[in-house]
């Protein structure tokens, strides 16, 4: 098992891997419309001994109060389901969190089950006052500073980009 940056090479894998481990091709959808925007941060894969994509974590710009704040969201997180309960999206998560903290990202944001993204050291939102804009998601919505100002004086609304809103 191999993890690592994405390549172009791998957006067919990364496109078979999200329609089989998803109901319906929205996450898939998605991702292609990011990647068509130009707006993916940062992909993450993991590759079994064949080459192919077993695992996939992608993120993406997000805006709070509308201003560019060095945040991303995460979203999708797949993993195949022959991998499943092993640690490969833990890993795939901390990865990302590695590299963009490398690279100087401040925050990230996600839209997920609480108990799995708290055990990743993930916040909710509404601890600091943030939130999204999709009703009933208080619980769900949660966020993992990379640096301990990133969240300082900073408020409100975290907007997600544009092809999110289409699914």
Request: charged content about 20%; aromatic content about 12%.
């Amino acid at each position: 098992m191999l993890i690592r940056v994405e390549i172009p090479v791998d957006a067919a894998g990364i496109n078979k891997l999200l329609r089989k481990a998803f109901v319906g091709d929205d996450e898939a959808e998605l991702v292609n419309h990011l990647r068509e925007d130009g707006l993916i941060t940062l992909g993450i894969v993991a590759t079994d001994d064949y080459g192919g994509v077993v695992g996939y974590a992608a993120f993406s710009p997000v805006m709070v109060n509308g201003e560019d704040r060095q945040w991303v969201g995460l979203a999708p997180l797949a993993v195949a389901e022959k991998y499943r309960g092993k640690g490969l999206g833990k890993a795939l998560v901390y990865e990302g969190l590695d590299a963009l903290n490398e690279f100087g990202y401040a925050a990230v944001a996600v839209l997920g089950e609480p108990a799995y993204y708290g055990a990743l050291g993930f916040k909710t939102a509404a601890e600091y006052d943030l939130h999204c804009k999709w009703p009933d998601t208080a619980s769900a919505f949660q966020i993992y500073p990379l640096a301990e100002e990133s969240l300082q004086g900073v408020s409100g609304l975290v907007e997600y980009s544009a092809p999110f809103d289409r699914f």
